[in-house]
């Protein structure tokens, strides 16, 4: 079952940077299926924002609350030992 989730992102590092963040911290989320592989998509950059979309499975309905909640959980966690400040 795929979910999604949209994170904004201050521009004050680089897309390619902020991106490698994010697969980081989907790749140290437990819950979430190996394969396959979540993912990490660029939707739109301007002077305020680098909006993204963290796309990833999991096994069951049942897993989609709990995923979501360790996701945000690792992003904010990964985001601010990076630097990163949210939009």
Known sequence: HMQSVVIRVAPTRTPSMVTGVMREALASCGVLMRSP??????????????????SYWVVTPADRIPARNEVLDVVYRHSKTAGLEFA
């Open 37 to 54: 592989e979540p993912l990490v998509a660029l939707k739109s950059i301007d002077a305020a924002t680098i909006v993204l979309e963290l």
